[in-house]
């Protein structure tokens, strides 16, 4: 399996298990994720608490929108682009690159400059990633 399809397959496991686990406590985090000043497009962004506790993965949308419902507390942010398939892709088929490269600084939890602080007031939080 290509290295593209094992990140989708990833990324679409993470989109499936976003809701799972969420309490009356979340708080409600959104915003958008751009490179450059350019929307990201599809992929995904996870919340790594820097204590304790599992990571919460939600997808990004096309104009690089996202919502998550996340603990309070303090996280390490990691952003990764996709690509689905296109229509009549078969195994083995190369897949079109993401129309914007992440930074591999963004794409590690233990690497990542992006830090965030949740409290109990839901929160606007936009990324744009240089």
Known sequence: MSS???????LLSLTL????????????????ISVSGQAMGTGAVTFFPTDEGQP?????DASGSYTASVPPGSYSVVVV????????WKEGDP????P?????????????????????EN????F???
């Open 123 to 126: 929160l606007s939080k936009d």
């Open 17 to 32: 298990l976003a809701g799972c686990g969420a309490d009356s406590a979340s708080t409600k985090v959104s915003g958008t």
């Open 100 to 120: 914007v490269k992440v930074p591999s600084k963004y794409t590690q939890p233990r690497f990542t400059p992006l830090k965030l602080t949740v409290g109990q």
């Open 81 to 88: 682009t996709s690509t689905p398939p296109p229509e009549g």
């Open 56 to 60: 919460i993965g939600v997808p990004v």
């Open 95 to 98: 897949l079109p690159p993401p």
């Open 4 to 10: 593209r399809l094992s990140l989708f397959c990833y």
């Open 128 to 130: 744009n990633l240089e």
